[in-house]
């Protein structure tokens, strides 16, 4: 296995181990048809370092080779009516704030469409979005020849393609070296044209300071903080107007431009700060999983049924890192696709919420705190008023 020695946003070689997290599944939206195959799903190793230099935090150890995406990949949180009124108002804002008339969107990792499509929808744009996942859909043909999709990974090569506003949501974590996405793109921009870029990743701040490791998984090898995401785009010749946290701080947004000349610029106080919260993380990861395997053994002697509320990567995370079996029965999902299937390492079903009304729950554990409420509505609709837990709790 190789271990990453250079950081792969600022290049520096100071890079510090703090976290190691073995043997995760690869992939935890892959939808898996059979119990034992889930079981056997192929994993990896999480091994986390903090950079001081930009503010980094990457996983050492992960390895691209182990990573290519297929169809069965199942990451839509579309079914969430939080996550869709944060999607719609982020189009609106973007739509008001950089007047998206009439003009021409660029996405690079589009996924399915559905944000493209609202952008030029709701402005009156046009759209080119770029995805090698990406399948056709029935209900984008409405909008004609305004929304073009290209099958393929972004590159220079598409330097005809150019956008009034490019937008890149939940990608730039994926990449290995994030120079590899930011510095083509920089490349086919004018520095002149003035176009807005807009990236959106999860925000590693938030991780740290509310402890959930549980956002974790291995098809991130960056975690960006606001500082690394500034580095990462002011070292590839971009200038920042701001970084914002969006959904509940779950989300770290960036919003440049392609620059004349930039240099890399890193936030000393930002990063400091930082290296305290990190040594903090350090500490309290060993009594935040303990203290969550004790309560599932209690609840377990006691003779509860316990769920877990969501099977995205946060579910898989949680289940396979405490590794308590049978102490979890099945995890619930909104999401019709991924119903019937099983969670990759620990091999719960994820059911419906009209399941767990035939097959009641004594305690339900919410993997992400923002639809905690969502999902208490949702259980009293169907008459259960369970123990709700979320990953917060201790
Ligand atoms: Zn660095």
């Not at 785009?233 to 509940?248: D, I, K, L, M, P």
Request: charged fraction near 25%; include cysteine; glycine fraction near 6%.
């Amino acid at each position: 296995m190789t271990h990453l020695i250079d950081c792969p946003i600022c290049g520096s070689s100071s890079l510090v181990d703090f976290i190691k997290l073995p043997n995760l599944p690869i992939y935890c939206n892959l939808l898996w048809a059979d119990r034992q195959e889930a079981k056997d799903c192929p994993k990896g190793d999480i091994e986390l370092a903090f950079c001081d230099q930009c503010g980094g935090i990457v996983n050492v150890v992960f390895d691209p080779e182990k990573l290519g995406y297929s169809q069965d990949y199942e990451n839509s949180l579309h079914y969430s009516s939080r996550f869709q009124s944060y999607v719609e108002a982020l189009a609106n804002r973007l739509i008001e704030q950089h007047q998206l008339h009439n003009k021409t969107i660029v996405e690079i990792g589009c996924g399915k469409g559905d944000f493209l499509a609202m952008l030029c929808e709701q402005g009156n744009n046009s759209g080119i979005g770029f995805d090698s996942s990406y399948v056709e859909r029935p209900e984008h043909e409405a909008l004609g020849d305004r929304l073009k999709f290209i099958k393929d990974f972004y590159s220079e090569k598409y330097v005809e393609y150019q956008g009034d506003f490019v937008c890149c949501r939940q990608v730039l974590e994926h990449v290995q070296k994030p120079a590899d996405l930011l510095d083509p793109l920089r490349k086919t921009l004018d520095a002149d044209a003035k176009t807005v870029v807009f990236f959106e990743v999860p925000n590693a701040l938030y991780t740290i300071r509310n402890m959930m490791v549980w956002d974790v998984i291995y098809e991130h090898c960056t975690y960006f903080t606001p500082s690394s995401l500034s580095y990462a785009f002011t070292n590839a010749g971009y200038t920042v107007s701001e970084t914002s946290e969006e959904f509940g701080g779950q989300f770290l947004s960036i919003e440049a431009q392609p620059a004349k000349h930039s240099e890399p610029a890193a936030d000393i106080d930002a990063i400091a700060q930082l290296s305290k919260d990190i040594a903090d993380f350090k500490t309290r990861f060993e009594t935040q999983t303990q203290r969550w395997e004790a309560r599932l053994s209690q609840l377990f002697e006691q003779g509860k049924k316990v769920a877990i509320w969501g099977s995205g990567s946060k579910g898989v995370t949680f289940l396979n890192l405490l590794n308590q079996g049978g102490k979890v029965e099945y995890a619930v999902d909104i999401n019709p696709r991924k119903q019937g299937k099983f969670i990759p390492g620990t091999g719960q079903k994820i059911v419906s919420p009209e399941h767990v009304a035939q097959h009641p729950t004594d305690v339900v554990i919410v993997m992400n705190p923002l639809y905690k409420e969502e999902i208490r509505d949702m259980l009293k609709e169907i008459g259960l008023s369970p123990e709700i837990l979320t990953t917060e709790s201790f």
